[in-house]
Structures are given as C-alpha cells and as structure tokens.
C-alpha cells in the first residue's frame, strides 16, 4: 500500500510541476488541465522519444484496489491506463 501511495504522490508532484506537459507548451505555474489518461499517454510517449524503457506499471492490482477503496485510486489507474495503451500502440506499430 505504501508503494502506492508513493506512486500517486511521485506522479501528483510530476504533474503539479509540468514534467508531464507536451513540450509545445509552457509551464507557468498555473495548474494545467489534462486528463490523467492524457498525462499517461505523454509519459509514454516521452519515454519512447527520449529512448527510455518502458515502465512496468501494475495495473490490474491497481484497478482492484480502486475497487475496494471506491474509486480512491482513479487518478493513478487512469494514469496508467493512458500509459499502457499509449505503450502497447507503440510496440505493435514498431
């Protein structure tokens, strides 16, 4: 659970701070509006363009736990969900 929590919190600070905003735009201290499914598919993407691996994110324990805790973990799982596809369309089109 505490792997979680540092989950939600590392992306929660990476998001406050832009790291997960498309490049053509600028960060300027206000809070940005996109999705978390969006900020997944940009870390995907980024990670492909700058030659990095792909991160293993646990989605389906994740979706368990957004079950059993009522929908307390939706930003992460749609986060990862954003990554996963973004990921996976990737490596089929490669």
């Not at 940005?32 to 991160?55: E, M, R």
């Amino acid at each position: 659970m505490k792997l979680i929590k540092k989950l939600h919190n590392l992306i929660k600070h990476n998001y406050e701070n832009g790291k997960y905003v498309n490049k053509k735009y600028t960060y300027n201290n206000t809070k940005i509006n996109v999705s978390d499914y969006k900020l997944g598919q940009n870390k995907a993407l980024s990670d492909f363009d700058h030659g990095k691996f792909f991160k293993i994110y646990p989605q389906t324990i994740i979706e368990i736990l957004n079950s059993l805790f009522k929908g307390k973990f939706d930003e992460i799982l749609n986060f990862i969900k954003g990554y996963n596809e973004t990921k996976s369309n990737i490596k089929n089109n490669s």
